[in-house]
């Protein structure tokens, strides 16, 4: 999980360098094998992310969680097994019923490798759904 946090943050580094220069990103590992990353510009929150274990990011309190990033405005990401993506953007849909729609997921293969993913699409039989 560190591997994959550690590549997510240099992933941010190259995102914010321009829009949000000198932003600072602090990431450490919290409960249940997962890791939270936090952008702040100016002292501001501007971003918080969350890098998901297969069962961690499915469990009720993650909503809540989430839900606060959102209301105070700041980018919420979540990053997750690639297994479990389709599941996880299909459940931060429910944010859309109140205008909170500024999140994003990614997957995480065995490798470590993350990808951006997109809209939801057709369940792919041999993908399944997590």
């Given amino acids: 999980m560190e591997f994959v946090a550690g590549k997510r943050v240099e992933m941010i580094k190259g995102e914010v360098k321009e829009t949000f220069p000198g932003a600072e990103i602090a990431c450490s590992m919290i409960g249940e094998g997962r890791a939270h990353i ?25 909503r809540k969680e989430y839900l606060r990033t959102l209301i105070n405005k ?15 953007r299909m459940r931060l849909l429910e944010f859309n019923h109140w205008w909170l729609f500024y999140y994003l997921v ?14 939801p699409g057709p369940c792919l039989p041999e993908r399944g759904y997590a």
């Fill in 74 to 88: 700041a980018r919420l990401v979540i990053v997750v097994p690639e297994r479990h993506v389709r599941s996880a």
């Fill in 106 to 119: 990614f997957s995480y293969d065995q490798a470590g490798n993350i990808k951006h993913f997109g809209k």
């Fill in 38 to 62: 936090l952008i702040v510009y100016e002292g501001v929150v501007i971003g918080e992310e969350f890098v998901e274990t297969g069962e961690s990011w499915k469990k009720e309190e993650r």
